[in-house]
């Protein structure tokens, strides 16, 4: 079982990625799905989450507006559309899922117990 993060990368402030994270296996299509942060000497924070079905989401205040969580059950794949980003959005993004099916869509990192290995999106100011 394994996640795999990418899209990162160095941005100027106001510019968009998007991130995409590649599940090793179908059942994650059954799985809430989210995405963390962590900057530099900070905690591991909840960015934004997705229901299994695609049709739950929830965003940090921080990124509402701004990123749009998305996923493909098809190709087992969750993405993190950014867009006008900010200095402050710099940090390693990690893609996690949770273990079982369905469920509440968290914001707790202890809620998820599957994650990828983080991708780092440094934005320019």
């Known amino acids: 079982v394994q996640l795999q993060a990418s899209g990162g990368g160095l941005v100027q402030a106001g510019g968009s990625l998007r991130l995409s994270c590649a599940a090793s296996?179908?059942?994650?299509?059954?799985?809430?799905m989210a995405w963390f942060r962590q900057a530099p000497a900070k905690e591991r924070e909840f960015v934004t989450g997705?229901?299994?079905?695609?049709?739950?989401?929830n965003y940090a205040d921080s990124v509402k507006g701004r990123f749009t969580i998305s996923r493909d059950n098809a190709r087992n794949m969750l993405y993190l559309r950014m867009n006008s980003l900010k200095p402050e959005d710099t940090a390693v993004y990690f893609c996690a899922a949770t273990h079982a099916p369905g469920g509440s869509l968290g914001t707790g990192a202890d809620e998820y117990q599957y994650w990828g290995q983080g991708t780092l999106v440094t934005v320019s100011s």
């Open positions: 296996k179908r059942t994650f299509s059954t799985r809430n």
């Open positions: 997705i229901g299994w079905k695609g049709g739950r989401t």
